[in-house]
T-cell receptor, first 114, second 111 residues
Framework: GAGVSQSPSNKVTEKGKDVELRCDPI?????LYWYRQRLGQGLEFLIY????????KSGLPSDRFSAERTGESVSTLTIQRTQQEDSAVYLC????????????FGSGTRLTVV | RKEVEQDPGPFNVPEGATVAFNCTYS??????FFWYRQDCRKEPKLLMS???SGNEDGRFTAQLNRASQYISLLIRDSKLSDSATYLC????????????FGSGTQLTVLP
């Protein structure tokens, strides 16, 4: 596609429920990244995919968080048993894989846990 | 010490002013450097890459000082539309995370 697409754009969920966030990267981009941004805060790295493998999962805050990627395509970030502190904007980015290019971000999913 | 450190600001400047931001990074072997811009409640967008010899894009000039491990962004003749948070981004050599983002410097250009 023309850009990185994320869905849903907004999600309100009850505490304790599971949520699934989706990211569709730019076609041909081998690298995919998930970040979290709490209100008024900086970007917090979550996980990085190269193809469908995840060389770096060190940013996932707890075992309630998991992510998958199908080939060099769609990725899903799953949060189980959501807590109020999970409320944030979840941003996905993709890149061609080389470090010279920077990342292109999607517009994010705004998650609110009530 | 943070891996990528920026003055959070806020910087409040009048329209037409020149403003400069600095950013320091921890790893002397870092290879790639960028400035991103993030508008309120929007995603970060690539503003410009930073090359070793320095580079300019219109009113924006980016410079790299490897010896002192900092990069800078200069904005000349600032416009109201330049109001945003500017993120310093560095590839910390050897990092599997590829790029590390600073916390950002907030700029408000006042009429």
């Amino acid at each position: 596609g023309a850009g990185v697409s994320q869905s849903p754009s907004n999600k309100v969920t009850e505490k304790g429920k599971d949520v699934e966030l989706r990211c569709d990267p730019i076609s041909g981009h081998t690298a995919l990244y998930w970040y979290r941004q709490r209100l008024g805060q900086g970007l917090e790295f979550l996980i990085y995919f190269q193809g469908n493998s995840a060389p770096d999962k060190s940013g996932l805050p707890s075992d309630r968080f998991s992510a998958e990627r199908t080939g060099e395509s769609v990725s899903t970030l799953t949060i189980q048993r959501t807590q109020q502190e999970d409320s944030a904007v979840y941003l996905c980015a993709s890149s061609p894989g080389g470090l010279a290019y920077g990342y292109t971000f999607g517009s994010g999913t705004r998650l609110t846990v009530v | 010490r943070k891996e990528v450190e920026q003055d959070p600001g806020p910087f409040n400047v009048p329209e037409g002013a020149t403003v400069a931001f600095n950013c320091t990074y921890s790893n002397s072997a870092s290879q790639s450097f960028f400035w991103y811009r993030q508008d309120c409640r929007k995603e970060p967008k690539l503003l410009m890459s930073v090359y070793s010899s320095g580079n300019e894009d219109g009113r924006f000039t980016a410079q790299l000082n490897r010896a002192s491990q900092y990069i800078s962004l200069l904005i000349r003749d600032s416009k109201l539309s330049d109001s945003a948070t500017y993120l310093c981004v560095v590839n910390l050599s050897g990092s599997a995370r590829q790029l590390t983002f600073g916390s950002g410097t907030q700029l408000t250009v006042l009429p």
